[in-house]
């Protein structure tokens, strides 16, 4: 049933194009607009919404990261992301207004699940990203917006949140358009961009793998690592993070870029691996800039660099120890392909201390007790 790979995990990663081109399919009219048959929920109630709160946990809590990032920047709704076992013990504040989308691979995550019944006793709608048909978790909720990307059996999920993220946008671009945010050609513009993410997930798996492999090799006794992201590659640092600390069981942080000065930067000391994503240098100049001054920073310090970087960036260049290249894509995609290779390096080095990538210690695929 692993088709010839020799993990489930390693299947599940290079499925990872197939999970965002089949969370695309079926879901656009003959004039390329967005139709969400499956949801049922009115255009009238998408219009009404003025507040989104995504609850999930690990992973998919991360793929909510990235929702609220191009959420927010399309649809001009605030967009908050909590951990669902944190939610309702705040009393969030809730109204019929709000929208909160529960993000879950297994659909079974109690805490998720907990969350999403405390949403709809408050009178809110709840709505489902998920990647498997019938669980509790979509039947619970007012609509479902399945994932597809096939059943993932490695307890590190990989290709679900890849997927996450595609029907994340999907359900960004849909309110833009019930919402007249965005125009349509603009619309029709990023669905292009978001068909061609498959492509270009494709081409990491091809050809960046060697490289992935040999930043694996020469950090294989390292006993922690520094994931650092601005922007969409915050929630890519995050992920990249949790996948080595739950495979590799190597201690990891993640953290915003911007952070590095406010604390972190006091973990730099000589060799200490730090991996960085750096946003594309075409359009948010400044950003790319000040991630790149991140790099040169825990590089006087002797740290040992992995940076992932948009093809041909020559600041990348000239700070990294390993780069992995990224295709040219929008930045608000980037996460799609950004993660690929993150991925990637958790499964290698895992595999290189001779450890069960499908079944880490501990962990379970669902959590199914609060
Ligand atoms: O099935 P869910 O998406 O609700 O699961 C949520 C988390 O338990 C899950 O993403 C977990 O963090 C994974 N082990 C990550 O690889």
């Not at 993660?339 to 379970?364: E, I, S």
Request: net charge negative; aromatic share 8%.
């Amino acid at each position: 049933e692993k088709g010839g790979w020799d993990s489930f995990m390693n299947k599940e990663i290079h499925e990872d194009p197939a999970a965002v081109g089949n969370t695309l399919l079926g879901r656009f009219n003959t004039s390329g607009d967005i139709v969400l048959d499956e949801v049922r929920i009115d255009e009238d109630v998408f219009r009404s919404i003025d507040k989104i709160i995504v609850v999930a946990c690990g992973t998919a809590s991360y793929a909510g990261l990235v929702a609220k990032y191009a959420i927010e920047h399309w649809v001009r709704i605030p967009v908050e992301v909590e951990l669902a076992h944190e939610f309702r013990y705040r009393d969030p504040i809730l109204t019929p207004r709000t929208l909160v989308v529960a993000i879950s691979q297994s659909g079974e995550t109690m805490d998720t699940l907990m969350a999403l019944r405390h949403a709809r006793e408050q009178g809110s709608r709840v709505l489902a990203i998920c990647n498997t048909q019938g669980a509790s978790i979509p039947r619970e909720s007012d609509a479902v917006l399945y994932t597809h990307a096939g059943p993932e059996i490695a307890v590190a999920s990989t290709k679900a949140f890849v997927a996450q993220i595609t029907a994340a946008y999907l359900l960004g671009l849909y309110l833009a358009q019930v919402k007249g945010t965005m125009y349509r050609d603009e619309i029709h513009q990023i669905l292009d961009q978001l068909k061609a993410m498959p492509e270009k997930i494709e081409w990491v798996l091809q050809t960046q793998s060697d490289s992935v492999h040999e930043a694996a090799k020469r950090m294989i006794d390292a006993h922690s690592f520094l994931f650092l992201g601005r922007h969409v590659g915050y929630p890519v640092a995050l992920e990249g993070a949790l996948k080595l600390k739950e495979i590799a069981y190597t201690f990891t942080e993640g953290f915003a870029a911007g952070e590095l000065k406010h604390g972190p930067i006091a973990l730099v000391d000589e060799g200490e691996p730090v991996v960085v994503i750096v946003p594309s240098a075409r359009g948010r100049d400044s950003l790319h800039n000040k991630v790149i001054s991140g790099i040169e920073e825990v590089k006087a310090r002797g740290a040992f660099t992995i940076v992932v970087a948009e093809e041909g960036d020559p600041d990348a260049e000239r700070y990294a120890d390993v780069v992995l290249w990224r295709p040219v894509c929008p930045t608000l995609l980037s996460p799609l392909v950004d993660v690929v290779p993150l991925q990637l390096f958790a499964m290698d080095m895992a595999m290189l201390k001779g450890y069960d990538v499908d079944k880490p210690r501990n962990l379970a695929k669902s959590v199914t007790v609060e």
